[in-house]
Nanobody, 116 residues
């Protein structure tokens, strides 16, 4: 059974930082690319960042480039999203995602609220 469990969300002031974690199980984590998405209230889910299976390549949405960093620890089956210089428009539920040969799996998400 594939499971993705996000953690690390919370309330932070503009300009602050948070680190999200997603711990995976039920598949060979070290062989698969991992992705973070987010969804704000009333908006569609959008891509945030992606990392290849070995961490050798990453890509980001333009809106987070230079502020967010995706990384992974294959020994811990965990992918991270370090978020710096947070803005109110970063407020959303953040989801971990993996595509296993066409089968798509999502975590339940973790809420990030950026507000003063």
């Amino acid at each position: 059974q594939v499971t993705l469990v996000e953690s690390g969300g919370g309330l932070v002031q503009p300009g602050g930082s948070l680190r999200l974690s997603c711990t995976a199980s039920g598949f060979t984590f070290s062989s698969n690319d991992m992705t973070w998405y987010r969804q704000a209230i009333g908006q569609e889910r959008e891509f945030v960042a992606r990392i290849t299976w070995n961490g050798g390549s990453t890509n980001y949405a333009d809106s987070v480039k230079g502020r967010f960093t995706i990384s992974r620890n294959n020994a811990k089956n965990t992918v991270y999203l370090q978020m710096n210089n947070l803005k109110p428009e970063d407020t959303a539920v953040y989801y971990c995602y993996v595509d296993l040969r066409g089968l798509r799996y999502w975590g339940k998400g973790t809420l990030v609220t950026v507000s003063s």
